[in-house]
């Protein structure tokens, strides 16, 4: 097993190089958060903020440094790809639901299959997190029965489910309608203060002045600057900062 100490940050990155091929997508990324910390990742399309995040959920394997979640690595040699796995919840653009199954089955899987939950637990779990995302109503219904926003929240009440440490959502508003991106922000927002650690990757500004304890901005693969959000808005230090929010707002 993977060594594990306790009081151990949510997540640690050190020197973290990553290629595709011959192209430099991480560029020795040094990142620590506590448990608890709400970090909102911004920065121009391609930045490599998406590759970031996949790296935290070993979506993406890393070539150079290391990196902890709860204090277990994921880049030696013993690490427990399942173990860590569980331990952090994705939730991606695209909601990703399984089509054929419906809101309930979609909440209930993960904790069946992968933690061998008996299905009554299961089933209380998927209701207790359908409640808590606000669409109770909509647990016998299937994917295309929902809209969008509706569909977002059953996919962050699934990853709920696995009881994760850690949250990480990549521009989980980006392809829904206007007028419900403010429903899946809320959803967040009340899990940032039930004290959720969470990693957004977003251009919701807003949500990320109210929410984030610290702002990273990314481009070309560097984490350029960290910030709380009045420094990041109001005086970031570096001109690359000053650029990308000079184009955003
Ligand atoms: P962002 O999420 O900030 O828009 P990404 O992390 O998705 O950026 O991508 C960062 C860079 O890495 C981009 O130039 C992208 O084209 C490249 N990239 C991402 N995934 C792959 C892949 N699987 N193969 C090759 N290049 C990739
Ligand atoms: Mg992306």
């Given at each position: 097993?993977?060594?594990?100490?306790?009081?151990?940050?949510?997540?640690?990155?050190e020197?973290?190089?990553?290629?595709?091929?011959?192209?430099?997508?991480?560029?020795?990324?040094?990142?620590?958060?506590?448990n608890?910390?709400?970090?909102?990742?911004?920065?121009?399309?391609?930045?490599g903020?998406?590759?970031?995040i996949?790296?935290?959920?070993?979506?993406?394997?890393?070539?150079?440094?290391?990196?902890?979640?709860?204090?277990?690595?994921?880049?030696g040699?013993?690490?427990?790809?399942?173990?860590?796995?569980r331990?952090?919840?994705?939730?991606?653009?695209?909601?990703?639901?399984?089509?054929?199954m419906?809101?309930?089955?979609?909440?209930?899987?993960?904790?069946?299959?992968?933690?061998?939950?008996?299905?009554?637990?299961?089933?209380k779990?998927?209701?207790?997190?359908?409640?808590?995302?606000?669409?109770?109503?909509?647990?016998d219904?299937y994917?295309?029965?929902?809209?969008?926003?509706?569909?977002?929240?059953?996919?962050?009440?699934?990853?709920?489910c696995?009881?994760?440490?850690?949250?990480?959502?990549?521009?989980?508003?980006?392809?829904?309608?206007?007028?419900?991106?403010?429903?899946?922000?809320?959803?967040?927002?009340?899990?940032?203060?039930?004290?959720?650690?969470?990693?957004?990757?977003?251009?919701?500004?807003?949500?990320?002045?109210?929410?984030?304890?610290?702002i990273?901005?990314?481009?070309?693969?560097?984490?350029?600057?960290?910030?709380?959000?009045?420094?990041?808005?109001?005086?970031?230090?570096?001109?690359?900062?000053?650029?990308?929010?000079?184009?955003?707002?």
């Amino acid at each position: 097993m993977t060594e594990r100490t306790s009081g151990a940050a949510a997540v640690r990155m050190e020197k973290v190089g990553k290629w595709f091929g011959d192209f430099h997508a991480l560029k020795g990324i040094d990142l620590e958060v506590a448990n608890g910390e709400r970090i909102v990742i911004c920065g121009p399309s391609g930045s490599g903020k998406s590759t970031l995040i996949r790296t935290l959920n070993q979506l993406e394997p890393v070539q150079e440094g290391r990196i902890f979640v709860d204090g277990m690595e994921l880049t030696g040699g013993d690490r427990n790809v399942d173990a860590i796995r569980r331990e952090v919840g994705m939730v991606f653009q695209s909601f990703n639901l399984f089509p054929h199954m419906t809101v309930l089955e979609n909440c209930m899987i993960a904790p069946r299959k992968v933690k061998k939950i008996d299905k009554a637990e299961a089933e209380k779990t998927a209701r207790h997190f359908l409640e808590r995302v606000r669409i109770p109503e909509q647990a016998d219904k299937y994917p295309a029965q929902l809209s969008g926003g509706q569909q977002q929240r059953v996919a962050i009440a699934r990853a709920l489910c696995m009881n994760p440490k850690l949250m990480l959502f990549d521009e989980p508003t980006s392809a829904l309608d206007p007028e419900m991106v403010k429903e899946v922000l809320d959803t967040m927002i009340d899990l940032a203060q039930e004290g959720m650690t969470m990693l957004c990757v977003t251009h919701e500004m807003s949500f990320a002045r109210s929410v984030a304890d610290r702002i990273i901005f990314m481009d070309r693969g560097e984490i350029v600057e960290v910030a709380p959000p009045d420094r990041f808005f109001d005086a970031p230090e570096h001109e690359r900062t000053r650029n990308f929010l000079g184009q955003i707002s």
